[in-house]
């Protein structure tokens, strides 16, 4: 994992999956242990750095590649294939990228597009605990007597923030002694990791997810400059790509997650022994597991072939962003996104079946695919995916405009 960093605006879509490809091969051979012992990827976050993938949006004008959706949902993939965490650690980069996009000056973009060409990993401080709804930032971004503003609040859940060179912190633009509701506007704090105010906890005790380092993040009067504020509320103002986008790389990760645990199940079928009723000398040639594989195949490549149909929408929403492009290309993922959470929890169950009780010992550790597979299909209710994929089919009705569809 010690190869001289890559130039990101270098890469072309074959590069990028090659590289991703590498990665992979090397995340995946310490991916049980560390999961296991909760040892966080320091190294492999490293690589991921220096690989350039984190830099595969980034706009050519800017130095970077400007890769299709097609290509960067099919890197999270490869990743997840390999450890589902380290593909969940660039989730949060790359949306914020979008919104960089979407709603950045043109000195914002140049500063900020510039550090991850150049290697910087961006995580997300986005998410809080109650009683508000989550649709309220408790966290305030208020104005200060400089010109710049004065950040406060506590974030939880913040995936890859103990990796990061910046977090991104997403407030309301409420004044001091002001309640923040639904409607107050919000905007971005982009604030380097060791800002004065700022404290990072690695307290994440999930099931699954184990080291993807989302803990809790406290901001106790952080300055930050009005150039590093980037507003976030007009992204939803009108049509875009910004949610279908965010929703494809979760659901990459699940197809990843069912791709990684169909390829374990076929390797511990390797291993079984064939049931005696079968009188067969292998498990592989025991006709109720061939039928079980068949089954399971067929739900796990249907998973990854509406993948890669929903990023080809999100590409063609991007080229051409209509009310009707963005719409299609939100349906397009939500149905992804279904598929891949019903492949993602068969494939983790089913490897067991596949691979009999041998493969139910705790030394392997192969409950990590269900694991993860449980913990981050939790990300978004796929049953409210359902009720916009249903209303457009029967009446038309397009999706709402925010970031989980």
């Known amino acids: 994992m010690n190869a001289p960093a890559r130039e990101a605006g270098s890469l072309t879509d074959h590069d990028a999956l090659a590289v991703a490809e590498d990665l992979a091969a090397d995340f995946a051979s310490g991916a049980g242990d560390r999961d296991a012992g909760r040892l966080l990827p320091h190294d492999e976050v490293v690589a991921l750095k220096r690989s350039g993938l984190l830099a595969l949006s980034v706009p050519v004008r800017f130095g970077g590649p400007d890769l299709p959706a097609t290509v960067v949902a099919e890197v999270f993939r490869i990743i997840a294939h390999a450890d589902p965490s380290l593909a969940q650690i660039p989730h949060s980069h790359y949306t914020f990228l979008e919104a960089l996009r979407a709603q950045g000056s043109p000195s914002q973009q140049g500063f900020f597009f510039g550090l991850v060409r150049d290697g910087a990993l961006f995580a997300n401080a986005q998410t809080e605990r109650g009683p508000h709804p989550v649709n309220v930032d408790g966290t305030t971004l208020a104005s200060d007597d400089a010109g710049g503003f004065v950040l406060s609040g506590r974030k939880f859940y913040a995936t890859g923030s103990l990796f990061a060179d910046w977090l991104i912190v997403r407030a309301s633009l409420a004044e001091e002694g002001q309640t923040p509701d639904a409607s107050t506007p919000k905007a971005l704090a982009f604030i380097p990791r060791d800002a004065a105010g700022v404290e990072l906890v690695d307290d994440w005790d999930g099931l699954g997810q184990r080291t993807t380092a989302s803990g809790t993040v ?10 590093h504020v980037v507003p976030f509320s007009p992204i939803f103002d009108g049509p875009s790509t910004y949610g279908a986008h965010a929703q494809l790389l979760h659901t990459a990760i699940d197809v990843g997650i069912a791709t990684g645990a169909l390829a374990e199940g076929v390797r511990q079928t390797a291993k079984a022994r064939p049931h005696f009723e079968a009188d067969v000398p292998a498990a592989a040639e025991d006709p109720t597991l061939i039928q079980v594989a068949g089954d399971l195949v067929v739900t796990v490549r249907a998973a990854r072939a509406l993948l890669a149909e929903a990023a080809r929408e999100v590409d063609r929403a991007r080229a051409d962003v209509t009310e009707d492009s ?8 939500a149905v992804a996104k279904v598929a891949a959470v019903r ?52 009446s038309g009705t397009r999706p709402p405009r925010h970031g989980q569809v």
């Open 218 to 227: 406290t901001l106790d009067s952080v300055r930050v400059p009005a150039e």
């Open 326 to 333: 963005t719409a299609a290309a939100s349906v397009a993922v």
């Open 343 to 394: 492949a993602a929890l068969e494939a983790s169950s089913t490897l067991f079946d596949l691979g009999g009780t041998r493969s139910a010992s705790a030394s392997a550790n192969l409950s990590r695919y269900w694991r993860d597979a449980r913990t981050h299909t939790l990300h978004d209710a796929t049953r409210w995916k359902l009720q916009h994929i249903g209303r457009y089919a029967l």
